[in-house]
């Protein structure tokens, strides 16, 4: 290398044959496509969001990303709240769907009015409570639609409403119907007038019994992997 070249090689340079103008163009552009596209799969990659193929089964989630379960865990560590209570929650909030967001109407049907709610995310969380839980626990990083985030919150509000109720965090009819009416409306009963919600809160509860019956099944290996060097 001679005093004057640069740490980056010319590619260019280094095809040594005769007459090898278009021979050289040609063999860069095959080069610089397939770098476009190697660099597409990456990003693409890295920017995938995860879906659970099974919702149904807390196994099936866990084993298809383990940095759920791991996030799930540390929620549970962190405010007492059992990851099947949370898991259940969540699946009927949003069926770990990121960007869920409640149906809008339409006028005329072309002209999008606004949403009911400001519920978005993972565990719809709705902003007023969600800016409580950015200044109380969640920091100004955390995101609606990052699981990580949105399991911390659920596990946060659990352990409000089991302080503020004297519900038990292991139960999770209760704890879903503090959730969806907000501990306000769970002290003032509101509930009782709101027979189908009473249905889906017993709903949450089966989905709880039926997770925590799954994870036990799982819960080694899913530690394991978690834990393990490799």
Not at 5 to 21: H, L, M, R, W
Not at 102 to 129: K, N, T
Not at 157 to 162: A, L, M, P
Request: charged share 25%; proline share 4%.
């Amino acid at each position: 290398m001679s005093q004057n070249q640069g740490p980056y090689v010319n590619i260019s340079t280094t095809v040594q044959v005769p007459n090898s103008e278009y021979f050289t163009i040609e063999v860069l552009s095959k080069l610089n496509r397939r770098f476009v596209i190697i660099l597409l799969l990456i990003v693409t990659s890295s920017c995938a969001t995860y879906h659970p193929r099974n919702p149904n089964n807390i196994c099936d989630i866990f084993l298809g990303e383990t940095d759920w379960y791991e996030a799930a865990r540390d929620s549970q560590e962190k405010w007492g709240t059992p990851i099947f209570v949370m898991m259940a929650i969540m699946h009927q909030e949003s069926r770990f769907v990121d960007d869920a967001q409640p149906e809008r109407d339409w006028f005329l049907g072309f002209i999008p009015l606004p949403r009911d709610s400001s519920a978005y995310g993972y565990a719809q969380a709705q902003d007023p409570v969600w800016g409580e839980y950015l200044k109380s626990a969640g920091g100004f990083s955390a995101d609606r639609d990052e699981f990580e985030d949105a399991i911390d919150f659920i596990g946060w509000y659990t352990d409000g409403s089991h302080r503020r109720l004297n519900l038990s965090k292991w139960d999770a009819y209760g704890q879903y119907l503090a959730y969806h009416e907000g501990r306000g409306g769970y002290s003032r009963r509101s509930y009782q007038s709101k027979p189908w919600l009473k249905k889906v809160a017993n709903k949450v509860k089966r989905r709880s019994q039926t997770y925590n019956r799954q994870l036990k099944g799982c819960k080694g290996k899913l530690d394991d992997r978690i834990d393990s060097w490799f």
